[in-house]
């Protein structure tokens, strides 16, 4: 199954993630993550859902969703000439002896630590994909207490949306 | 001067009637009472008392199938808009411009499980068009003009509005009501491409040319685009055989030399025939659904496909094709037809005139009772195409479908894509409320009959002359079929032996009932009984074991087909 980015720009009334959502219950489409908010026009919300499926699926997903009457525009993103970041909060154990490793781990990641205690490190980490999984896999052996993540993020390179 | 104001109560009616509203079914209740008060004296709209929510939605639902306008439906919040539900589904699946129109507690409530509240918003995302919760009076009028207009434009459907208590007690200032009601509506997402793309148009064109046995599949498209007219002038133009799903029965002619009538999983041997042999398919406002198509993937294998439809979403849901045309079909088929010259397809047509000769639609007349076939078989020689037809859903729904014939669009009623059992009296009598001068008859089977019987109190109160056709064969008779055919005759839950006494049931109601059981009684009798003026249910006692022959199993192609000539 290939994983795409689909960007959502709808009128941000009641609702509407409610009525985008059911209707990829309804189709069978597996929605794997999801970011929301507002965009530059006040009244307007941007979705990128990451959703799984073949090709001819996704086609009809679109059509779909372009359906629903509040829709004002939907596209999916290509693989190439694009921008996409996610961003993670994650909380590690941390003791006296791990402390210093693990920054410096986050180091090399370009995370930042946002909070420390006796026992534990908060991290923020932004990147692809990727790269939060291979921090993750990172932070394994230090035992991870908490994983929060916004969904991908993603932006056309260039002028054009 | 002295302010005048306006409730909105009264802004939902004056906004209805000034968007050409003067018909709605609905039934009161507590969150509506303001509502059914401003009727009381609002003299511009002719209210139904509808016995059952589902009725009601029904109702309006066959008034808009029946006149092409936009059907109104009114019910209370909890229990009252949850009843619309079947009904609202039944017209989202068969593209039927409704609005529906439900009270809901007061703003105050919303949230707090108040009695009789129901998210009715929530419940029917997936079956609206759109659908809304009102806030603010001062959306109100904007609401319902883009609920109208969302429900009869581009591919219609249903719409709903949920109106709490507390906004239509609310008052405003009528000449602010007139100046929001002029304001512009904003449906920035929703602009329904009605103009076919010419490039898509031209190959469509090229492909028609070269086609050596086209075959036309017209659907309800045709129908909601009034684009009948233009059909016939392309299959007569190019000589093109015709075939209709169920819902587009109506469209086209049955009489004419080119109508193979309706095809499918019921359809006729000729019109099932054509799909495995047509190097073109032309489907004009149809969705290539399961009962049409069976198998999609080997339905019309050798033929290249022109996809007209209004919907893009339509294109490639169900099946691939070779030319998509996103449009109106009027205008699309008007284009077409224009760059085309008469030509002769006869080697063609003759093959499918052929089929149609030697599989008409036939069946084993038993010679004790009455078979279901023959009360329809003799019901068409009399109306002759010229009445509106409800049904049910079921054995009785096909066999309507395969003996009568339908002549003109908006006289076939049927709830096709949904399936909905009780639809046809419903259906019938908002049919008969938008168009009284016609002969509109319900046939329906003893079971759907029994959803919905409590509608007949409308015949009676309103003095409507429909005409209920009861084909009463004491099953639920095409899950019967599925039994007999598929399960070795394990008759699970199907048997009605232990019916009510429809005779007693239409009395009750004050309507005459008439039960004919044997072939003379039939033929004494019908004639009479369907030209009185008068409403009359008539209850036709037939076999209980016949079977809708011939059938494509579920999931097959028309080379699965069984049954050819009436018997397996």
Redesign the interface.
Do not use: F, W
């Given at each position: 199954m290939d994983q795409y980015e689909i960007l959502i720009i709808?009128?941000n009334k009641?609702?509407i993630i409610?009525?985008i959502l059911?209707?990829f219950n309804?189709r069978g489409y597996f929605v794997r993550k999801m970011t929301a908010g507002a965009t530059n026009r006040a009244g307007y919300a941007r979705l990128t859902l990451t959703v799984e499926g073949d090709e001819?699926t996704l086609?009809?997903i679109q059509?779909?969703v372009?359906?629903?009457?509040?829709?004002?525009?939907v596209k999916i993103f290509p693989s190439k000439g694009v921008i996409r970041r996610e961003m993670m909060l994650i909380k590690v154990k941390a003791s006296n002896e791990t402390r210093t490793q693990i920054i410096q781990i986050a180091d090399i990641y370009r995370g930042s630590v946002l909070d420390v205690s006796s026992s534990s490190l908060t991290i923020l980490l932004t990147g692809d994909e990727k790269k939060l999984d291979g921090f993750v896999e990172m932070m394994k052996s230090y035992e991870i207490l908490e994983i929060a993540k916004t969904g991908i993020l993603a932006m056309s390179r260039g002028e054009k949306m | 001067m002295e302010k005048k104001w306006i409730k909105g109560s009264e802004i939902l009616l004056e906004s209805l009637s000034r968007l050409g509203v003067d018909t709605i079914f609905g039934y009161p209740g507590g969150s509506v009472i303001p509502i059914y008060d401003a009727l009381y004296d609002f003299k511009k709209i002719s209210h139904y008392f509808a016995r059952h929510e589902q009725g009601a939605a029904h109702e309006a639902d066959g008034y808009a199938r029946a006149t092409g306008k936009v059907g109104v439906c009114f019910a209370t919040s909890g229990p009252g808009a949850t009843n619309l539900v079947t009904g609202i589904m039944t017209a989202h699946m068969d593209s039927v411009p409704l609005m529906a129109i439900t009270g809901q507690v007061g703003s105050n409530l919303l949230g707090k499980d108040a009695f009789q509240e129901s998210d009715i918003?929530?419940i029917t995302?997936?079956i609206t068009?759109?659908n809304y919760?009102v806030?603010d009076i001062k959306e109100l009028p904007r609401i319902i003009k883009e609920a109208h207009f969302?429900a009869h434009t581009g591919r219609p459907g249903p719409v709903l509005i949920d109106l709490p208590k507390d906004i239509q007690l609310a008052e405003i200032e009528l000449a602010e009501f007139e100046k929001l009601f002029t304001e512009d509506i904003q449906?920035?997402?929703?602009v329904p491409n009605y103009k076919g793309h010419p490039n898509q148009i031209k190959k469509a064109i090229d492909l028609i040319k070269k086609a050596e046995k086209p075959l036309i599949i017209a659907g309800a498209g045709i129908i909601k685009s009034k684009a009948c007219a233009e059909l016939k002038e392309l299959a007569q133009t190019m000589d093109i055989p015709v075939t209709t799903t169920l819902l587009g029965l109506g469209s086209f002619p049955s009489s004419h030399r080119l109508s193979l009538g309706m095809l499918g999983m019921h359809g006729t041997v000729g019109a099932n025939f054509a799909t495995q042999e047509a190097d073109l398919v032309i489907a004009l406002g149809m969705r290539f659904d399961d009962r049409i198509a069976g198998d999609p993937e080997n339905f019309c294998h050798l033929a290249q496909i022109i996809h007209i439809d209004i919907?893009?979403?339509e294109?490639?849901?169900n099946r691939m094709v070779e030319i998509p045309i996103v449009g109106d079909l009027k205008g699309v088929l008007k284009a077409i037809n224009k760059k085309l010259t008469p030509r002769k397809n006869t080697d063609w047509v003759e093959k499918t005139l052929g089929w149609k000769k030697e599989y008409p639609m036939v069946y084993v007349k038993s010679s004790e009772k009455l078979m279901p076939q023959e009360v329809l078989e003799h019901l068409d020689t009399i109306v002759q195409g010229q009445a509106i037809v409800s049904t049910d859903v079921g054995q009785h729904q096909m066999w309507v479908a395969q003996f009568l014939q339908f002549t003109k669009p908006n006289t076939m009623l049927s709830s096709g894509g949904a399936g909905t059992m009780g639809f046809g009296l419903p259906a019938a009598i908002g049919a008969q409320v938008g168009r009284p001068e016609e002969l509109v008859i319900a046939v329906v089977g003893d079971g759907g009959f029994q959803m919905t019987y409590q509608e007949l109190m409308l015949i009676k109160q309103y003095q409507l002359p429909v005409k209920v056709l009861l084909l009463n064969n004491s099953y639920l008779g095409m899950v019967r079929q599925w039994q007999d055919l598929f399960l070795d005759k394990r008759y699970s839950s199907v048997n009605l032996d232990i019916n009510p006494d429809f005779e007693k049931i239409g009395e009750a109601y004050g309507i005459k009932t008439v039960t004919l059981k044997t072939r003379s009684e039939l033929e004494d009798q019908l004639e009479g009984l369907i030209k009185s003026k008068e409403p009359v249910i008539i209850q036709c006692v037939v076999e209980g074991e016949a079977n809708v022959l011939p059938m494509i199993p579920a999931g097959k192609c028309a080379n699965h087909m069984i049954g050819l000539r009436g018997v397996i």
């Open positions: 709808a009128k009641d609702g409610g009525r059911s209707l309804k001819l086609e009809q059509k779909q372009y359906k629903i009457i509040d829709v004002v525009k | 918003v929530g995302i997936p068009k759109m919760l806030k969302v449906l920035e997402g929703y919907d893009p979403a294109i490639e849901k």
